[in-house]
């Protein structure tokens, strides 16, 4: 399980993140919502390691990580599919895949066959470079590039960004199998209300770098999130 307790963040002189608690559960998935720049990327960040925190705690399977670098929380366990897929254009697909393999041990560097049963369209395409899949294309090669790295906890922030219906809904199946299997907590920060809503376990709705709402999927009030996801 993921615990982060009360941590907040500073970039320069201005707070990002004030007190801000949340829990992943394994086989579960955890939504983090809200409107842009109320700091929920920030805090994948700081879970990811690629932000520090100034005061607070982040405990992943019992183990305080926030000292820990970005690579270490990797072969911990932590896989991040950022905002914008930040793939390699000039690598090939199965290129991209293959640097999942920095955090595995040398024995386990392979690409399962499963990565294609849950991704079909990558078993096609693996010698096009990245540049020249379609935007959906990329976004699937992206969490197929986390999942090659065997994570225990996927991070993924805003998955269905301007993807096409048919692909989300493609990735909604993906998710919705992986939290099924019990194996894995998932936290998804997420923009479109009716995917978080079909996928969510827990809910967090942050404003101004807080946490304002949270509760459980089933009890998630339309009305009320949707309140604190427009301008």
């Known amino acids: 399980m993921l615990e982060v307790n009360n941590i907040d ?28 720049g109320v700091g929920k990327t920030s805090t994948l960040r700081a879970i990811s390691g690629q932000q ?6 982040i405990v992943w399977e019992g183990r305080a990580i ?19 897929r930040e793939i390699f254009s000039q690598l090939t697909v199965q290129e991209n895949l293959q640097t999942g393999f920095a955090s595995l041990p040398r024995g386990e560097r392979r ?10 369209v990558l078993r096609d395409m693996l010698k096009r470079r990245g540049g020249d899949l379609s935007g959906g294309q990329q976004q699937q090669l992206a969490i197929a590039r ?9 991070i993924l922030d805003e998955p269905t960004e301007g993807i096409q219906p048919s692909i989300i809904k493609d990735i909604e199946a993906v998710i919705s199998l992986l939290r099924d299997r019990g194996e894995m907590a998932i936290l998804l920060v997420e923009q479109y209300f009716d995917f978080a ?18 509760g459980a999927g089933e009890n998630m009030i339309e ?6 996801m427009t301008v």
Do not use: W
């Open 146 to 154: 986390a999942l090659v790295t065997k994570p225990r906890l996927l």
């Open 197 to 214: 809503r079909a996928l969510a376990d827990s809910y967090l709705v942050m404003d101004r770098g807080e946490v304002i709402l949270s």
């Open 111 to 120: 690409i399962d066959s499963e990565i294609y049963d849950l991704f079909p």
């Open 52 to 57: 520090a925190i100034s005061s607070g705690s």
């Open 66 to 84: 926030e000292s820990l670098s970005i690579a270490d929380r990797a072969r911990h366990g932590i896989a991040y599919v950022p905002q914008g």
């Open 223 to 228: 009305e009320q999130v949707r309140g604190h």
């Open 9 to 36: 963040l500073y970039y320069g002189a201005s707070q990002a993140l004030k007190n801000v608690s949340l829990q992943a559960q394994m086989g579960q998935v955890c939504c983090l919502l809200g409107r842009n």
